[in-house]
C-alpha cells in the first residue's frame, strides 16, 4: 500500500529515534531560505560547485556528449543546468523537484530565455523508485548537483545511482556533485552560520509538518542543532527540544494522541555525508557506472564527477 505523507511523518515523529525526512524542508518557504543558504558565505559548496563547473566548462561538455534529455533530481532554482544548456545544448530538460511551485515558476522563467528547449517541471519524490519508460530510447544525462547525494544513506545512495544506471539503459550518464570530507571547523560553520538562515531553514521543517498534519509544533519550542559525526563521516541536523512539550497530531485520525518530548529529546531532520574522491568514484563504480571523470577545486572541497552508465 502506497504510504500518505501524513502515514510517514506519523510514523517516523513516533519512532523511538523521532526523525522527520530533509525532503519536508522543501515547502516554499523552505525553498527560499535554501536559496538564501547558497549565498551565505560560510555555505562554501554551492559557490565551489559552479566555480569548478566553470573552470571546467568544457571538458565537462566533452565527457557528457550528445544529450537528448537532461534531467535535473532535485533541480531547486535550475540554476545549475541553465549554466551547462550553452555547453552541453540538450533537446529536452526537465526538471525534477518535491518543491511544486518554487519549482513550476522557475521552469516558466527558464523556458522563456531558452524557448529552443523543450522543458518541463515535475513534482516528484525522489526517494521513490523513478522510471522513464517515455524516453527509455533517448540518450539520458541525469544531473545530480549541490551534494544532495549527501542526504542518502550510504546504501540508500548505492540503490539509487543503480536505479539510474539502469534507466540509461547502457546510454546516457550521470553528472553528479559531492561534498568531500574536510577540516570540522569549515564543516561545523556551513551548518551553524552566524546569520541564523540554516537555523532557520531547518526549524522551518516544523511548519511544513503543521501544514501537512495538522500538528501544533511551536518554534519557540525548538532549537537548531547541527555537528560533524566523524565516526559516520557525516553533518547531522537536529532539533532540539528547548523545554517538555506536547505535540498533537490531530489528521492522522488518532483523536487526540499526543506525541511527548522532553526537554533535551532531539529529531534528527538530516543527514549530509561527506565522501572521499575514491569511496566515491567507487560507489559509482559498483553501481554499474564506468569511465569516471572528475574534477575538483584547488582546496579539494568539492567533486563534480561525470560517469558513464554501462
Ligand atoms: C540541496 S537542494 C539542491 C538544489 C539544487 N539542485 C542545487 O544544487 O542548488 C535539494 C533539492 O532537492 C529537492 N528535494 C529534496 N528532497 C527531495 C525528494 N525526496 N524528491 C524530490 N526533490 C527533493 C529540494 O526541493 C531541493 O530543491
Not at 535554501?34 to 566548462?57: K, S
Given at each position: 500500500?502506497?504510504?500518505?505523507?501524513?502515514?510517514?511523518?506519523?510514523?517516523?515523529?513516533?519512532?523511538?529515534?523521532p526523525f522527520?525526512?530533509?525532503?519536508?524542508?522543501?515547502?516554499?518557504?523552505?525553498?527560499?531560505?535554501?536559496?538564501?543558504?547558497?549565498?551565505?558565505?560560510?555555505?562554501?559548496?554551492?559557490?565551489?560547485?559552479?566555480?569548478?563547473?566553470?573552470?571546467?566548462?568544457?571538458?565537462?561538455?566533452?565527457?557528457?556528449?550528445?544529450?537528448?534529455?537532461?534531467?535535473?533530481?532535485?533541480?531547486?532554482?535550475?540554476?545549475?543546468?541553465?549554466?551547462?544548456f550553452?555547453?552541453?545544448?540538450?533537446?529536452?530538460?526537465?526538471?525534477?523537484?518535491?518543491?511544486?511551485?518554487?519549482?513550476?515558476?522557475?521552469?516558466?522563467?527558464?523556458?522563456?530565455?531558452?524557448?529552443?528547449?523543450?522543458?518541463?517541471?515535475?513534482?516528484?519524490d525522489?526517494?521513490?523508485?523513478?522510471?522513464?519508460?517515455?524516453?527509455?530510447?533517448?540518450?539520458k544525462?541525469?544531473?545530480?548537483?549541490?551534494?544532495?547525494?549527501?542526504?542518502?544513506d550510504?546504501?540508500?545512495?548505492?540503490q539509487?545511482?543503480?536505479?539510474?544506471?539502469?534507466?540509461?539503459?547502457?546510454?546516457?550518464?550521470?553528472?553528479?556533485?559531492?561534498?568531500?570530507?574536510?577540516?570540522?571547523?569549515?564543516?561545523?560553520?556551513?551548518y551553524?552560520?552566524?546569520?541564523?538562515?540554516?537555523?532557520?531553514?531547518?526549524?522551518?521543517?516544523?511548519?511544513?509538518?503543521n501544514?501537512?498534519t495538522?500538528?501544533?509544533?511551536?518554534?519557540?519550542?525548538?532549537?537548531?542543532?547541527?555537528?560533524?559525526?566523524?565516526?559516520?563521516?557525516?553533518?547531522?541536523?537536529?532539533?532540539?527540544?528547548?523545554?517538555?512539550?506536547?505535540?498533537?497530531?490531530?489528521?492522522?485520525?488518532?483523536?487526540?494522541?499526543?506525541?511527548?518530548?522532553?526537554?533535551?529529546?532531539?529529531?534528527?531532520?538530516?543527514?549530509?555525508?561527506?565522501?572521499?574522491?575514491?569511496?566515491?568514484?567507487?560507489?559509482?563504480?559498483?553501481?554499474?557506472?564506468?569511465?569516471?571523470?572528475?574534477?575538483?577545486?584547488?582546496?579539494?572541497?568539492?567533486?563534480?564527477c561525470?560517469?558513464?552508465?554501462?
Open positions: 500500500m502506497k504510504q500518505t505523507l501524513l502515514e510517514e511523518l506519523h510514523l517516523s515523529l513516533t519512532a523511538d529515534a522527520i525526512s530533509p525532503k519536508f524542508f522543501y515547502d516554499d518557504i523552505g525553498s527560499h531560505l535554501f536559496d538564501v543558504i547558497t549565498l551565505l558565505e560560510e555555505y562554501y559548496p554551492t559557490r565551489t560547485e559552479q566555480w569548478i563547473m566553470d573552470a571546467h566548462r568544457a571538458a565537462i561538455a566533452q565527457a557528457v556528449g550528445d544529450c537528448d534529455v537532461l534531467l535535473d533530481l532535485g533541480a531547486g532554482n535550475c540554476a545549475k543546468a541553465s549554466q551547462l550553452n555547453s552541453i545544448q540538450p533537446k529536452q530538460y526537465r526538471a525534477l523537484d518535491i518543491s511544486k511551485e518554487y519549482l513550476e515558476a522557475a521552469v516558466a522563467d527558464l523556458q522563456k530565455k531558452y524557448p529552443q528547449i523543450d522543458m518541463c517541471a515535475e513534482a516528484i525522489l526517494s521513490l523508485p523513478l522510471a522513464f519508460p517515455d524516453i527509455a530510447e533517448r540518450r544525462i541525469f544531473f545530480f548537483p549541490g551534494s544532495s547525494i549527501g542526504n542518502y550510504p546504501k540508500k545512495a548505492d539509487f545511482f543503480a536505479n539510474l544506471a539502469q534507466e540509461c539503459h547502457g546510454n546516457g550518464g550521470l553528472l553528479i556533485g559531492v561534498d568531500l570530507v574536510k577540516d570540522r571547523e569549515t564543516l561545523h560553520l556551513a551553524n552560520d552566524p546569520l541564523g538562515v540554516t537555523a532557520s531553514f531547518n526549524l522551518n521543517i516544523l511548519l511544513n509538518v501544514r501537512i495538522g500538528s501544533n509544533f511551536n518554534l519557540q519550542d525548538w532549537e537548531h542543532v547541527a555537528f560533524f559525526n566523524e565516526s559516520q563521516s557525516r553533518i547531522e541536523m537536529h532539533l532540539r527540544a528547548r523545554s517538555d512539550v506536547e505535540v498533537h497530531l490531530p489528521n492522522d485520525g488518532s483523536k487526540g494522541h499526543a506525541i511527548q518530548f522532553k526537554a533535551g529529546d532531539l529529531i534528527h531532520t538530516e543527514n549530509s555525508y561527506k565522501y572521499t574522491q575514491e569511496g566515491f568514484t567507487e560507489k559509482l563504480r559498483q553501481a554499474g557506472f564506468d569511465n569516471i571523470q572528475t574534477w575538483t577545486d584547488p582546496k579539494k572541497h568539492f567533486l563534480v561525470f560517469a558513464n552508465a554501462k
